[in-house]
């Protein structure tokens, strides 16, 4: 198993450009999330989802948006950068919730200039 | 609303012990996760209590106490690959997502 797999890696955008970020898993996970990572931080949660076609927003979702069409995918849609999205950005699925671990992507470090 | 506190740095020795703190505020409290993360990489799970005391998983132990809404993380044995940041995130009644604070980075120095 591949586990989590996010692309891409590493992304420079402009202000007002977009993107999406892709995140794919294939562990049969019905909940995956996104979460930023910015220094000095904690995880915040940008938006989750329950299954396919249930999505719901975290604590940050600002700026963003998500699709979850398939148990595998759930991409993350940035419409318009800022530079306040400037950040690291992780995606992770899970059994269920609660006490179900994380298993997180290796991250899209993005920069927006 | 919901609090974490950690240490932001510590530093120990290759072989030694260490042991990195968390204490928590919130209104309702499921269990408490442990992550390990090294620069650069993701998170990867470490442990999960819900119940007051001890679990040992090899080098690494956690441990909680609910009533005082503390927790640690034990690291025996410390080697140089031990040197990433410590997580520790809250599992909270009727929410959907982990509260994470904003880690501990151990460096381990030979």
């Known amino acids: 198993n591949a586990g989590v797999t996010q692309t891409p890696k590493f992304r420079i955008l402009k202000i007002g450009q977009s993107m999406t970020l892709q995140c794919t898993q294939d562990?049969?996970?019905?909940?995956m999330y996104w979460y930023r990572q910015d220094p000095g931080m904690g995880l915040k949660l940008i938006y989750y989802?329950?299954?396919?076609?249930?999505?719901d927003k975290g604590e940050v979702p600002n700026g963003y948006n998500v699709s979850r069409s398939t148990t595998e995918d759930f991409p993350l849609r940035l419409e318009l950068a800022a530079p306040s999205q400037t950040s690291v950005y992780f995606c992770?699925?899970?059994?269920?919730?609660?006490?179900?671990?994380?298993?997180f992507g290796n991250g899209t470090r993005l920069t927006v200039t | 609303g919901q609090n974490i506190d950690q240490p932001t740095e510590m530093t120990a020795t290759e072989g030694a012990i260490v042991q990195i703190n968390c204490t928590y505020q919130?209104?309702?409290?499921?269990?408490l996760f442990w992550y390990q993360q090294h620069a650069g990489e993701a998170p990867t799970f470490l442990s999960y209590?819900?119940?007051?005391g001890l679990e040992e998983k090899g080098r690494f132990s956690s441990f909680l106490s609910r009533s005082k809404g503390y927790s640690y993380l034990l690291l025996k044995e410390l080697q140089m690959k031990d040197s990433a940041s410590y997580l520790c995130?809250?599992?909270?009644?009727?929410?959907?997502?982990?509260?994470f604070g904003t880690g501990t980075r151990l460096t381990v120095i030979p």
């Open positions: 992770a699925s899970s059994v269920g919730q609660g006490s179900s671990p994380l298993h």
């Open positions: 919130t209104s309702g409290f499921n269990g």
């Open positions: 562990m049969n996970h019905n909940y």
């Open positions: 209590n819900v119940l007051d």
């Open positions: 989802s329950v299954g396919a076609g249930i999505t």
């Open positions: 995130a809250i599992d909270q009644t009727g929410a959907n997502n982990l509260f």
